[in-house]
């Protein structure tokens, strides 16, 4: 079954402490990104990938890292998380990346709620 | 720059009345455009999206949306609720000719009431 996997699906930490939020896609795409979704707000965008190690930041990147060492993975790093990264993230995966300059659907894990205390 | 304006946080329609959520789009060249649905608990999926050719765009589960470059609108329809439909509904707006950046509007929550 094509899906995007994200983990954990929920987590509760302290402020701080590393964590990582992994993402996996199984439909060989090439675009990956990652978003945050909080009330009123939307989705915004944190960073993307149009491929293996091309990133780039989005509209919300303090605080976060990414890497994209694998085609398949695109994992979210949040080394000192702060109280306001408390949020729902969503990684997404889309195979129509440069190539066909925005007109490919997005592919959405089933999200990600993070609690900093 | 781009962005999408979505207008009204929470809509609420009896089951069987048209359903109509707004959503208008500013971008300075020929946009993509998008509708995604969040049902609780659950990722966005996608309902349709106009990328070039027909302006009028059937999505699936009866929605539909016509783009309007007059109007710079985008608006979701569909003729008749059904209960199943009570989700969040996001527009969206990538950019033709350049890098997948999609921008996407605050959402609205769709309630439908028995």
């Known amino acids: 079954e094509a899906q995007v996997t994200q983990n954990p699906r929920y987590l509760i930490t302290v402020t701080g402490k590393k964590l990582t939020v992994t993402c996996s896609q199984n439909?060989?795409?090439?675009?990956m990104s990652w978003y945050r979704q909080d009330p009123g707000l939307g989705l915004r965008q944190i960073y993307y990938?149009?491929?293996?190690?091309?990133?780039d930041k989005g509209d919300v990147p303090e605080g976060y890292k990414v890497s994209r060492k694998e085609k398949r993975n695109f994992p979210l790093i949040l080394e000192s998380p702060s109280p306001n990264q408390t949020s729902l993230y969503f990684c997404a995966s889309s195979g129509q990346g440069a190539r066909l300059a925005g007109g490919g659907e997005l592919f959405f894990g089933e999200g990600s709620r993070l609690t900093v205390l | 720059a781009q962005s999408v304006t979505q207008l009204g946080s929470h809509v609420s329609v009896s089951e069987g009345a048209l359903v109509l959520l707004r959503c208008n789009y500013s971008?300075?060249?020929?946009?993509?455009l998008f509708w995604y649905v969040q049902y609780p608990n659950q990722g966005l999926q996608l309902l349709l999206k106009?990328?070039?050719?027909?302006?009028l765009v059937k999505g699936i589960n009866g929605f539909e949306a016509e783009f309007k470059k007059s109007e710079t609108s985008f608006h979701l329809t569909k003729p008749s609720a059904h209960m199943s439909d009570a989700a969040e509904y996001f527009c969206a707006v990538s950019r033709s000719g350049g890098y997948q950046k999609v921008t996407f509007g605050t959402g609205t929550k769709l309630q439908v009431i028995p």
């Open positions: 439909m060989n795409h090439e675009y």
């Open positions: 971008s300075s060249v020929p946009p993509y």
């Open positions: 990938s149009m491929n293996v190690e091309v990133t």
């Open positions: 106009y990328t070039t050719g027909a302006t």
